[in-house]
């Protein structure tokens, strides 16, 4: 069998489009994205760092992923009053809860991106990952970091991923990812296949919305700090805070519409002159990814944006018979109201000192990010009852 070799690479501008794109086929979040996310966070001068790993045989690339290093908090997953009590604890003691960490995957993703040359059979794959994983345990080693991490695994990667425990990797659950599924011919089948109140509620809000005008373009050039605004607002509102996980760098979506093209297109909302909303939607042959949304308040209230946005996706969707809608994580309760269903996410975790690494494993149930979302507890107590 010809031999597998892996490689740390600076960037993913350093690894081959056509190979890194055919190792994932038709991801939208492809390498012209990746390098985009690069360059934003080069000229912002965020403490994220990113990389690539690259397995190659024969002088041909057969396996890729993203990579990343952060100086992580223990307490992210916390949330309101504990992560209150995690804020106390860093500002006196900041050693104590923040480690260096090497991830495999993106904070600009929701999924672990790990892909394989569909030349591979199912012995090459498992040997190819095998490989990738090696090098990156080397790089951590190199680099003396505390934590070597798999962010969003989705169930595919998991499958991959499946044998990481074995190397004394603890499983945490991470947010899962909510998509809806669209086989409908109309909007008026899909709001048929929601309960009556929710038909209702979305019937009265689209009513009391008033004169909401929607454009989609995927040029933001004369917007962007607009659109930055919008995002960074949206962002202080919300009740949750995953730290240097969910930062985006001043800049990101100007370099996401030049490198993407048509492929980024921004739903924007006018309220008369002024934009008081947007949603970036990165679209696929048969998926269409809800990657961000930014609102004004108190307009957004006014004209219950949330709800317009929403169903102006839905209609994108079915206009042009894209069958799946990802509409990402947190903010579950709409989602789950309107239909959607939740994939899980898993991210695989070793410390180096293999005492803490016992404590990890052995707590590891009670770690998971979706412990702490206030949306997701609520509706697994649903579920119980």
Request: proline share 4%; with cysteine.
């Amino acid at each position: 069998m010809i031999p597998f070799s892996a490689r740390i690479a600076a960037s993913v501008a350093d690894v081959d489009a056509a190979a890194w794109d055919a190792c994932l086929p038709g991801e939208a979040e492809c390498h012209a994205y990746y390098v985009a996310c690069e360059t934003a966070a080069a000229v912002s001068g965020t403490g994220l760092r990113m990389a690539a790993i690259v397995v190659e045989a024969a002088g041909a690339i057969v396996a890729v992923a993203p990579f990343f290093r952060l100086n992580y908090r223990l307490d992210t997953p916390l949330q309101g009053r504990m992560r209150r009590l995690g804020d106390a604890l860093f500002r006196h003691l900041p050693g104590l809860v923040t480690l260096k960490a090497l991830c495999i995957g993106s904070p600009y993703a929701e999924r672990c991106h790990l892909g394989f040359a569909d030349t591979l059979d199912a012995a090459g794959r498992a040997k190819a990952f095998a490989c990738l994983a090696e090098a990156f345990q080397r790089q951590v080693a190199v680099e003396r970091a505390h934590l070597s991490v798999w962010k969003d695994l989705a169930p595919v990667e998991a499958n991959d991923a499946r044998f990481l425990p074995e190397g004394g990797f603890a499983r945490l659950a991470s947010l899962p990812v909510a998509v809806l599924d669209l086989p409908y011919a109309d909007e008026a089948a899909y709001l048929a296949s929601l309960s009556a109140a929710t038909r209702k509620d979305i019937r009265r809000k689209l009513a009391k919305a008033g004169n909401v005008r929607i454009e989609f373009r995927s040029d933001i050039s004369a917007l962007a700090r607009d659109i930055d605004s919008l995002y960074e607002e949206t962002r202080a509102r919300s009740g949750l805070d995953y730290g240097e996980l969910e930062l985006l760098p001043p800049g990101y979506f100007a370099e996401i519409s030049r490198a993407l093209g048509e492929r980024a297109v921004f739903a924007l909302y006018w309220g008369g002159e002024e934009l008081v909303a947007f949603n970036l939607l990165l679209i696929e042959a048969d998926r269409v990814i809800d990657k961000f949304l930014g609102m004004r308040y108190p307009q957004a209230r006014d004209h219950n944006l949330y709800v317009v946005s929403w169903m102006a996706n839905i209609r994108f969707c079915l206009e042009r018979g894209i069958g799946l809608f990802q509409s990402g994580q947190t903010a579950y309760a709409s989602k789950l109201r309107f239909g959607s269903r939740l994939v899980p996410s898993t991210i695989y975790v070793r410390h180096r000192a293999a005492p803490l690494q016992w404590v990890l494993r052995r707590l590891s149930p009670w770690l998971g990010f979706d412990r702490f979302d206030p949306d997701l507890a609520r509706h697994a107590e649903r579920k119980a009852a």
